[in-house]
C-alpha cells in the first residue's frame, strides 16, 4: 500500500489538531465512566478487554445480558 504524501503543511497541522481534540475527549468520557463505575471497554489485536471500576483487567464482560 502506498502513502500518500501531502505538499501543505497544514493538512498536517489540521490533522495533528483533529487528532489532539478527540484525544481529549476520549479521555475526558474515560474520566467520567471511571468515576460512575462504568467499564470501559478497550479492543487490543481483535481481543475484548474490560477496566472495571477498581482498576482490574478482565476478558469476561461485566455487563448483563438482555433477555
Known amino acids: 500500500m502506498e502513502v500518500k504524501k501531502f505538499s501543505d503543511l497544514n493538512l498536517y497541522l ?18 467520567e465512566n471511571r468515576k460512575k463505575g462504568i467499564p470501559l471497554v478497550y479492543s487490543v489485536d481483535g481481543k475484548i478487554y474490560y477496566e472495571l471500576a477498581d482498576g482490574s483487567i478482565t476478558t469476561n464482560s461485566p455487563f448483563k445480558e438482555k433477555d
Do not use: D, L, M
Open 14 to 31: 489540521k490533522g495533528f489538531e483533529i487528532e489532539s481534540i478527540g484525544n481529549q475527549a476520549v479521555r475526558k468520557v474515560q474520566e
